[in-house]
């Protein structure tokens, strides 16, 4: 028998001078960073975040919490790491993952492909399973205003075969 969850995540970090900018592992020039306790990958964040909430399994910031100092700085694909064990342990795969950035700028379309190389080898999985897509919030709200960047994301997880 073949089980099947879903679970969707999101997430949102502020945009400030003096941090680098990293999406999918992966850092993008840009004027501005994102700012958080770890490496703040706004992206990858928003995909453990689904992958988590398709096994009912809470979300990040209860396995990794921002007070804890460990978490310092993070690289976040440590972090999915983590989280992909986590659902492995429990006989869970991954079926395939969608997501959107959600950015007025910098242009992320060029950098795409290689944040899907980066996370399908961490989860080793194919790249035609991890889909990450990018969009402008059309200059309206904090998002428009540059002020941050979003993400959206979608999990589908498989047990059995
Ligand atoms: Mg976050």
Do not use: C
């Not at 679970?7 to 700012?35: A, F, K, S």
């Not at 995909?47 to 690289?75: K, Q, R, V």
């Not at 996370?119 to 540059?146: C, F, H, M």
């Amino acid at each position: 028998m073949l089980n099947i969850r879903i679970g969707n995540g999101y997430d949102i970090h502020r945009l400030v001078p003096g941090r680098p900018l990293i999406l999918g592992g992966i850092e993008i020039y840009h004027t501005v960073g994102l700012l958080g306790h770890s490496d703040a990958d706004v992206l990858t964040h928003g995909i453990m975040d689904a992958m988590l909430g398709a096994l009912s399994l809470g979300d990040i910031g209860h396995y990794f919490p921002p007070t804890d100092p460990e978490w310092a700085g993070a690289n976040s694909l440590v972090l999915l790491e983590k989280v992909h064990d986590l659902i492995q342990a429990k006989g869970w795969r991954i079926g395939n993952i969608d997501s959107v950035i959600v950015a007025e700028k910098p242009k992320l379309k060029p950098h795409l492909l290689r944040m899907r190389e980066k996370l399908a080898t961490v989860l080793g999985v194919d790249i035609e399973l991890v889909s990450i897509k990018a969009t402008t919030n059309e200059q309206l709200g904090p998002v428009g205003r540059e002020e941050g960047i979003a993400v959206y994301a979608v999990a589908l997880l498989f047990q059995g075969s």
